[in-house]
């Protein structure tokens, strides 16, 4: 399949079918999400992923009602950095000069550029690294369809209940969105054949 057929072979899954998705597979998304371009290349985000039907079952009664969230093989939470501080910046520039084998000294404009966001208050910190779970979130969703897993991405939760659950505040997160992935249940999906709602390329893109 190209990639504009896999696109149209995705969509939101409503409903799954609960058939649990192959290792293999699972790992191919979560590489994915490694390979993610994110701004300065901080990567200031957690994937979680969650298996646990027992944690997945108070997910669902506590922080998203939605059936996907039993129904899926696996979720996997998107969690954003609260707080962009100076360790961080400092470990993303050793990080940097370690992998490509320069001296961390050769960054420091590049690390000024970080104190920025350092400087910046938490509530723009987190906006600013939310954006990022978004691309995260999209590269995810096409690298499922990509091994034909099916996935619904999910901002329909009360996200302060989902870090309570998980934990996450205390590790300086927030929950953005959920990804959940599994296989459609065609018998009981109406949108698994509905077609694609899309407005035209003519009033979508403008080229001037
Ligand atoms: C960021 C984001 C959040 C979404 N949240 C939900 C959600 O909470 N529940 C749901 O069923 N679908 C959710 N959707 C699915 C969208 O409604 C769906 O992607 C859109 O209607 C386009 O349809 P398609 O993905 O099936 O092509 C979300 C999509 C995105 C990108």
Redesign the pocket.
């Known amino acids: 399949m190209s990639l504009l057929e896999t696109l149209k072979w995705r969509?939101?899954t409503?409903r799954m079918n609960g058939t649990k998705v192959p290792a293999e597979k699972i790992e191919s998304i979560l590489e994915a999400i490694q390979l993610t371009p994110t701004s300065y290349g901080l990567q200031a985000f957690k994937a979680i992923v969650i298996e646990n039907e027992a944690l997945k079952e108070q997910i669902f009664t506590e922080a998203c009602q939605?059936p996907q969230i039993k129904e899926s093989s696996h979720l996997i939470v998107f969690a954003a950095i609260k707080n962009v501080d100076a360790k961080q910046a400092d470990d993303h520039i050793q990080l940097i000069a370690d992998t490509r084998g320069i001296p961390a000294e050769s960054l420091a404009g590049y690390r000024s550029m970080l104190e920025l966001k350092v400087a910046e208050n938490e509530d723009r910190n987190f906006i600013w690294t939310s954006k990022q779970t978004?691309i995260a979130?999209g590269i995810a969703m096409v690298a499922a369809a990509d091994v034909k897993v099916d996935a619904?991405?999910?901002?329909?939760f009360n996200p302060s209940a989902l870090d309570k659950i998980i934990g996450l505040s205390e590790q300086n997160l927030g929950s953005v969105?959920i990804l959940a992935l599994g296989y459609r249940d065609d018998a009981n999906d109406r949108?698994a054949t509905a077609p694609?709602v899309r407005k035209s390329k003519e009033s979508l893109i403008s080229i001037i």
């Open positions: 969509y939101a409503k939605q978004y979130l619904t991405p999910i901002e329909g969105t949108l694609k």
